[in-house]
């Protein structure tokens, strides 16, 4: 697997895999559309205004003191709208298992590869 793999996991929320020198990057970029749709639709709800006036609220606070509980409360509010999981069907989850091992497993270091004598 290459540093650039951009083959995706499929399923309703992609997932990309990237490797570094460190460890794994896992790419949810579909995951983070979802959740930023799911933050305006609790923010512009007419059957429920409480995320939006929260938001009104903060925006009219003149300190910051005035502004951290209508912050922490819309923080709570968003959390609980957004969508958080990744569904995975049939082999996927295992294809994602296999490719994190590989992903994972050892790496040589260009600088400690030893020379052949």
Do not use: C, F, H
């Not at 996991?9 to 895999?17: F, K, M």
């Not at 790419?27 to 983070?32: I, Q, S």
């Not at 091992?101 to 270091?109: H, L, M, N, Q, W």
């Amino acid at each position: 697997m290459s540093n650039d793999d951009r083959t995706p996991i499929t399923g309703p929320i992609p997932i990309y895999i990237k490797t570094t020198p460190g460890g794994i990057v896992l790419d949810l970029a579909a995951l983070t559309q979802l959740v930023v749709g799911d933050v305006l639709d609790a923010l512009l709800d007419p059957t429920d205004t409480g995320a939006w006036d929260l938001l009104q609220e903060l925006a009219e606070g003149t300190t910051a003191t005035d502004r951290r509980l209508p912050y922490e409360e819309l923080v709570e509010q968003l959390t609980e709208a957004a969508s958080s999981r990744v569904p995975l069907y049939g082999a996927k989850p295992l294809e994602l298992a296999e490719r994190l091992v590989k992903a994972a497993g050892p790496k040589p270091v260009p600088n400690q590869v030893r020379r052949a004598s």
